[in-house]
């Protein structure tokens, strides 16, 4: 099981690859949108936000998001870091029940280039 500090870890890696990003995942990511990843195993969320084609504020609460964000993940720390070191496909995690996204149909069509 994937700890608080190893998830924390995968997020700042995430941040730093879509702020290095360029072409159309640097258009995908220049939402401006509030960002949590519910990481059910370790009963925590991870807030942040998609701005300017970067994930910024990045901050932790236990249990489950204090409000709702406009992208909404769940998934075990396991597959968040897993996701994040490319050992695990985003679609097929997703179809498969692994992931969970939830996000209005703009912002889905958007972030479809990053998954």
Known sequence: MATLDQCRAALD???????????E??????LDRSVSCRITDLDTTFTGRLAGGALRDVGCVPGPPPE???IRLTMTGDDLVALVD????????????R???EAG???LLRLRTLL
């Open 105 to 107: 149909l703009r912002d």
């Open 68 to 70: 709702k964000a406009d």
């Open 86 to 97: 490319g050992r695990l496909n985003f679609a097929r995690a997703w179809s498969g029940g």
């Open 25 to 30: 995942v640097r258009s995908a990511a220049a």
């Open 99 to 101: 992931v969970k996204l």
């Open 13 to 23: 890696r995430l941040a730093q690859n879509l702020s290095s990003a360029d072409g």
